[in-house]
């Protein structure tokens, strides 16, 4: 199963929801969302990357 980098962004914008907590990590989502259409891939994978450091810092698994 393959899953679009799009649909696992907005996946996790729905998990996170509004919750104060994930504000950094929902921007950095976000960011990575725009770099997807007007950004490069770096760009992307660095909005990527710092979300999940921030969701991990916020809740670790």
Do not use: F, H, K
């Amino acid at each position: 199963m393959s899953v679009r980098i799009e649909d696992a962004i907005r996946e996790t914008l729905d998990a996170i929801g509004d919750d104060p907590d994930y504000t950094e990590a929902r921007d950095a989502l976000t960011e990575a969302s725009t770099a997807l259409v007007s950004g490069t891939t770096a760009e992307v994978q660095w909005y990527l990357e710092r979300a999940l450091r921030l969701i991990n810092d916020t809740c670790p698994i």
